[in-house]
């Protein structure tokens, strides 16, 4: 981390996020369903197809988070967040962990200034800790039948909203990544 702050300056704060989307949409969010012994449970389920795509990142130390939705998953809605991203930093300096999707590291695709993107693995989406936090955000969702896509809206965010920065950092919180981050702060 100093190299970091050598290159960025010493008096910027350097916070490390990880970054995802996942897909939403009005076809049913199937899950287990508590019942009597020997009672079958039977949970309601429609199969309609329109979605959208929730942007995120969050940060494990803290628990910060940031979202947004987009109708698509490609490269300019991706650039349109970063500058979204950017703007809600200011000057803080955000080492992000990215997968290596093709809309992460297109030709056209312009990181701003003070976020660094570092790329897991290929095929790995479990080194990524908003993956949890996905997992979580779904169990919320599960068996939601909603008609409309604003109706989802409005259930997703009342979700968002039960989440706390505590709850962020318990499901993101994986040992091996905040080991090297408390001894690099040290």
């Not at 009005?26 to 959208?52: C, E, M, Y």
């Not at 297109?106 to 996905?134: A, C, V």
């Not at 939601?144 to 604003?150: F, G, S, V």
């Not at 706390?164 to 990544?177: G, H, M, W």
């Amino acid at each position: 981390m100093t190299f970091l702050q050598e290159e960025f300056g010493y008096q910027k704060p350097l916070r490390y996020l990880c970054q995802y989307e996942t897909r939403l949409g009005l076809k049913t969010i199937p899950g287990r369903l508590i019942t009597a012994r020997g009672v079958k449970p039977v949970g309601l389920s429609q199969w309609q197809r329109d979605n959208f795509y929730l942007y995120g990142v969050v940060e494990p130390l803290s628990g910060y988070s940031f979202f947004y939705k987009f109708p698509h998953l490609n490269g300019d809605y991706f650039q349109y967040f970063l500058e979204l991203l950017f703007a809600e930093f200011g000057d803080d300096i955000a080492v992000i962990q990215l997968e290596q999707g093709s809309f992460h590291k297109g030709k056209t695709l312009d990181y701003p200034d003070n976020i660094i993107p570092i790329f897991q693995p290929p095929h790995s989406p479990e080194l990524n800790p908003i993956e949890r936090f996905w997992k979580f955000l779904k169990y919320k969702l599960q068996w939601e039948n909603c008609k409309t896509i604003p109706q989802l809206q409005q259930k997703l965010t009342y979700a968002l909203k039960t989440i706390t920065p505590e709850l962020i950092a318990s499901l993101t919180s994986y040992d091996f990544i905040l080991e090297p981050l408390f001894r690099a702060a040290s």
